[in-house]
């Protein structure tokens, strides 16, 4: 057996992906622009990709930003530099931490609804019938999601910023003796508005990865049961690279000197 | 007389699996085509080719005349307000009631209001035999024969000119499959719509159809009015309107 057969076989399958998932980007965001609007779907999706991600973005924030301010303090300490605590904490938060968290976190919440919900309504022909029901589907279930994505990320971001920061004021003020009011001061002294906005635009990248993750594996499932599970699975495993991914190329591009 | 459908030499694959290798068919107005045929011989992608959800190889495809092989946009979703569709699963949306899905195509499709095109949804499921008191429950709360008429009243809603079944009374029991395939005969009457439906069903087949066409390995083999099925003469039917394990036709366990 030919040795570059398979090799040869896994490439064109990645590269048929690739112009797969370019085409699906495109039309979806082509349409974004195209009547009709469906207002009331985009909301409903806002309400259950934002809202009620909250409890959980919320609760990784609050519990990351208390572990950051203990390790600064720890590793500052080595060097008589435990001061810097919160100046750090809020660094950390709003530019990496804060995005990344709630990002991943979503993306393992809502892509994965996302692909199990259209990729059901696939293998069940529930799609098919949209189309005999004259109407597009990209637009009547991928625009919503991803508009919502899009819009309701950087609320959360933003949120989930003041929970971090907040989660290291708790840590720093009950264990590690800061005073609150200095503790305040220093953070608000030294966080400049680029740190929150940079957050806030890769916050607004990663909805749109997550909901065109979970839109497209759905779009795509095949066979039953298993194929949406895979789908699903594909969603959060694909979204997740994809954020990580782009927060580094994001911060490379917001931060380049 | 323009044919209402027409398919000219439609091919489609798969990779390397070809699923219709040049298939000719016409469906005359007001015509009840039935399309047999075992599974996997391409009965379901002939419909959605025809639909546009799937894209032909090779071939042309015509509805009143006008060619619609590679119809986009504004243009398809237009061509497509002619069709009704019911699907083999009744493909009924989980997230919306009853109603809801009966007056989709009214509201999303023709953007009429919802209070109209309740009424009219109401008046759609009374044809189907189904009364008020489901219209707000959710189709996960129906049984599989009352999701067919759900689809069913959905699919006649806004009283479409052609109207494709697809396995209407696939896992229906014998009772719930004549009624079904009742209701197909008589909405169709009132509608005034001309079908087109693929079954392996021969008891459904004979009741709803004038015309019968019989597909396999891509092709269409025979056709002509039901009445002609059992002198049909081809070996190819014969087999497959008995339901006999054996003859000409071999079962391919591997697709």
Not at chain 1, 111 to 116: N, P, R, T, V
Request: aromatic fraction near 8%; charged fraction near 15%.
């Amino acid at each position: 057996m030919n040795i570059f057969a398979p090799i040869g076989r896994a490439f064109l399958l990645l590269l048929a992906r690739i112009g797969s998932l370019t085409m699906f980007t495109w039309q979806a965001v082509s349409s974004v622009v195209r009547p009709p609007v469906y207002g009331y779907h985009i909301l409903q999706q806002m309400m259950r990709i934002g809202y009620n991600s909250l409890p959980v973005v919320g609760l990784t924030a609050f519990f990351t930003g208390g572990a950051l301010a203990l390790q600064i303090y720890l590793g500052g300490n080595r060097y008589g530099a435990e001061a810097i605590v919160p100046q750090i904490v809020v660094l950390g938060i709003t530019r990496e931490l804060g995005p990344v968290i709630a990002g991943l976190m979503v993306a393992g919440r809502v892509s994965a609804a996302i692909a199990a919900e259209i990729g059901t309504m696939r293998v069940t022909e529930q799609i098919d019938a949209l189309t005999t029901l004259a109407t597009n589907p990209v637009k009547y279930l991928v625009v919503p999601r991803l508009i919502a994505a899009v819009v309701t990320m950087p609320i959360l971001v933003a949120i989930a910023d003041s929970i971090g920061v907040f989660g290291g004021y708790v840590v720093s003020t009950q264990t590690l003796g800061f005073s609150g009011g200095i503790y305040l001061k220093n953070t608000v002294d030294f966080m400049k508005t680029e740190d929150v906005v940079s957050g806030l635009y890769k916050a607004a990248t990663f909805g749109f990865i997550i909901a065109l993750m979970g839109c497209y594996n759905g779009f795509h499932s095949r066979g039953g049961a298993q194929g949406v599970g895979a789908a699903t699975t594909n969603a959060v495993v694909s979204s997740s690279i994809l954020i990580l991914a782009a927060n580094y190329l994001l911060t490379s591009l917001l931060f380049a000197k | 007389m323009t044919p209402k459908i027409e398919l000219r030499g439609v091919r489609k694959r798969f990779g390397p699996k070809v699923v219709l290798d040049g298939v000719d068919l016409v469906v005359d107005p007001g015509e009840s085509l039935v399309i047999i045929g075992g599974s996997g011989t391409g009965k379901s992608v002939t419909i959605k080719s025809i639909l546009g959800i799937l894209r032909p190889d090779e071939g042309r495809i015509f509805v009143d005349g006008e060619e619609v092989t590679h119809i986009t946009g504004r243009a398809r979703d237009k061509m497509l307000l002619k069709f009704g569709m019911l699907f083999q699963g009744a493909a009924l949306f989980d997230s919306l009631t009853v109603w809801e899905n009966v007056a989709f195509g009214l509201i999303q499709g023709r953007g009429m209001a919802r209070k109209p095109a309740r009424e009219i949804a109401i008046r759609k499921l009374a044809q189907v035999g189904l009364g008020a008191e489901v219209a707000n429950l959710s189709p996960a709360e129906l049984s599989g024969g009352m999701q067919k008429r759900v689809g069913l009243a959905r699919a006649i809603a806004a009283d479409p000119q052609i109207i494709f079944f697809d396995e209407p009374t696939t896992g229906l029991d014998p009772i719930m499959a004549d009624i079904i395939n009742d209701l197909i005969v008589n909405t169709v009457k009132d509608v005034g719509a001309t079908t087109l439906s693929i079954t392996h069903d021969m008891v459904s087949a004979r009741k709803i159809a004038h015309r019968i066409a019989m597909l396999y390995k891509g092709k269409i083999i025979w056709h002509g009015p039901v009445a002609d099925i059992d002198k049909s003469g081809n070996p190819y039917v014969d087999q497959f309107i008995h339901g006999r394990a054996e003859g000409p036709i071999k079962m391919e366990v591997k697709a």
